[in-house]
């Protein structure tokens, strides 16, 4: 396929989901509500983004944000938490909530006659859940499970260790699900105080797509949430800038492989560098004609895995590069790794790798965003993001128009200081 024919066919998917008409409006109150009328299919889509995740944790209350949508699914001042479940499974749909880094969310589908239902659910598990006390351990003990889970997981405890040791003492260094021992100083009084903190109107974004009417939903919007009141202003803890020390730290662990990560801090979401940077990491592990699966996997079989990472994110998000590898071969996997960052750091990208990697990229991103339930979940997060309802569109032009110059000059700023992570067999 041409670099043409590639560019009409993204610019074709990025083009469709745009067609459908989308809605914004602000109550009263603060809350937003975001309507994508999506006629094609007979679903819809519901997210509920609340600020309020791993940004405003420390590592005394450590995954309190997971913790309170962990025990908020557990049942509303309504029903309990089966009845709940039950009642989404009669629409054909699906509910579920969770806390993340900058945000926590409350999704759900189900077919688009009943979206009024769903909205109602939505707006129950949010405005009214039950927080029962009798509900706290055990949901603590199910989270400090997975927990173990992770670090007994060597590519997710891999993936834990790198982040603590990129971003030191800022609140990004802490696991999404918190430790055993942060869990353990949460009580009932502390989820109740966390909820109340941050489920505030003017801090939450609702976002609907799918087979609906815009100006029906945003009425129904109005009715569920137009009366919440205004809470107190959430005080925004000073955060201590992201280490990156360039160090190297070895862990060891029962695995099958080892575990390779490098990485760097990056830009954050919206920054003028963020698509020369998405261009850099696709350079090097974007699929399997990223510059790490084609020299160190398929001509080297240094690798079993190998592949780049950049998530922006609201303070400075990190490109990682990861290779799962035999032990045998760890020493000159890591080696060869490192020889594929200088060289990008020192020579320009050639046009048709430049003109694949954009591809790749472009094209991932338009998938990512033609069901419903991504589109709603996207609206949400660029919505409580700040970054504008245009920023797909204006993204898509970036990337198109990030040069060969871009690519090397991005290299050299954000891959200078590199921080490294090998966890191994003992």
Do not use: C
Not at 27 to 33: A, E, H, K, R, S
Not at 171 to 199: C, K, M, N, Q
Not at 237 to 251: Q, Y
Not at 273 to 282: C, F, N, R
């Amino acid at each position: 396929m041409t670099p043409v024919v590639l560019a009409l066919l993204i610019a074709g998917l990025l083009a469709a989901p745009a067609a459908a008409q989308e809605t914004r409006e602000r109550l009263d109150n603060g809350f937003t509500v975001l309507v994508r009328e999506n006629p094609i299919a007979p679903v819809v889509a519901v997210s509920l983004l609340v600020k309020m995740g791993t940004r405003w944790e420390d590592p005394t209350n450590a995954g309190i944000s997971n913790f309170v949508h962990a025990v908020m699914v557990r049942g509303t001042a309504r029903r309990s938490g089966s009845e709940l479940a039950e009642a989404i499974a009669g629409l054909g749909g699906k509910l579920s909530a969770k806390g993340d880094v900058d945000d926590s969310e409350i999704s759900a589908t189900a077919l688009a006659r009943f979206w009024r239902e769903l909205l109602g659910f939505t707006a129950e598990l949010a405005l009214e859940p039950k927080l029962s006390p009798g509900e706290v351990d055990g949901e603590r003990d199910w989270l400090v499970g997975r927990i173990q889970k992770r670090r007994d997981n060597a590519p997710a405890r891999a993936f834990d260790e790198f982040y603590a040791a990129l971003y030191g003492a800022h609140p990004y260094a802490i696991p999404g699900l918190g430790t055993p021992e942060s869990l353990a100083g949460i009580d009932h009084a502390a989820l109740v105080a966390w909820y109340r903190r941050f489920y505030q109107p003017e801090r939450m974004t609702l976002a609907v797509s799918g087979q609906v009417s815009a100006a029906a939903v945003r009425a129904e919007a109005r009715r569920l949430f137009g009366a919440l009141p205004r809470g107190a202003p959430v005080t925004e803890p000073v955060r201590s800038a992201p280490g990156n020390s360039g160090e190297r730290r070895v862990f060891e662990q029962p695995a099958q492989q080892t575990q390779i990560l490098v990485g760097a801090l990056a830009p954050p979401l919206g920054h003028p560098d963020g698509a020369a940077v998405k261009v850099l990491s696709t350079v090097l592990g974007g699929g399997m004609a990223g510059r790490l699966f084609v020299e160190l996997r398929d001509k080297r079989g240094l690798a079993y895995t190998a592949a780049a990472y950049y998530d922006p994110v609201v303070d400075p998000g990190a490109i990682v590069l990861y290779l799962g590898t035999a032990p045998e071969n760890a020493t000159r996997a890591e080696e060869a790794l490192l020889r594929e960052v200088e060289r990008v750091r020192q020579d320009l990208v050639g046009a048709d790798e430049l003109d694949r990697a954009k591809g790749y990229l472009l094209g991932r991103y338009a998938m990512d965003r033609r069901t419903n339930e991504r589109r709603a979940w996207y609206l949400a997060f660029y919505e409580i993001e700040g970054v504008g309802a245009d920023y797909p569109e204006r993204y898509r032009r970036a990337v198109e128009a990030v040069t060969p110059s871009d690519v090397l000059r991005v290299a050299r700023q954000y891959l200078g200081t590199l921080t490294t992570v090998v966890l191994r067999p003992r």
